[in-house]
């Protein structure tokens, strides 16, 4: 069983990631549209990168924003840097794991794929990176 499972945390406390060069090019993919996104402000997921935590509290707070917009820039070129690793140490997993859930979710709102059905619906080629980031998501999570 260990063999499928696409990261795996060693003994030493390292996060050894077994992706193929495939499977490295989807995170570089999804890695560079955060990184994308975060410097681009027409980019089709700037709005997804920087909601407000809580609207009634939030919304005009620069320096929330600010500080949401500096992690997700920080983690996104760290995981961006880390893509040909073979071992990941802690912050650089958790790096990984923001960086695709951001990913994930800011596909699915861009592309309207808010319920089941519309998933189902979607053009395979979409379905098939969003279900390799849900798996790279629940491989990781679980050494994390």
């Not at 990184?35 to 407000?52: F, Y």
């Not at 005009?60 to 071992?87: C, H, K, V, W």
């Amino acid at each position: 069983m260990a063999a499928n499972r696409l990261f795996v945390r060693r003994r030493d406390g390292r996060i050894e990631v077994r992706l193929n060069d495939a499977g490295r090019e989807v995170a570089r993919e999804a890695f560079g549209r955060v990184i994308a996104a975060e410097r681009d402000p027409q980019h089709e997921w700037r709005d997804t990168l920087n909601p407000p935590i809580d609207p009634s509290i939030d919304a005009d707070d620069p320096f929330s924003t600010l500080n949401r917009q500096n992690e997700i820039s920080t983690n996104a070129e760290l995981a961006y840097m880390t893509l040909g690793e073979q071992f990941l140490n802690e912050g650089e997993a958790w790096a990984w794991l923001s960086t695709l859930q951001i990913a994930l979710r800011s596909t699915a709102i861009s592309h309207g794929l808010l319920s089941e059905q519309k998933l189902s619906a979607c053009e395979p080629p979409l379905l098939d990176f969003i279900r390799t980031l849900q798996q790279f998501l629940f491989s990781l999570a679980e050494c994390i």
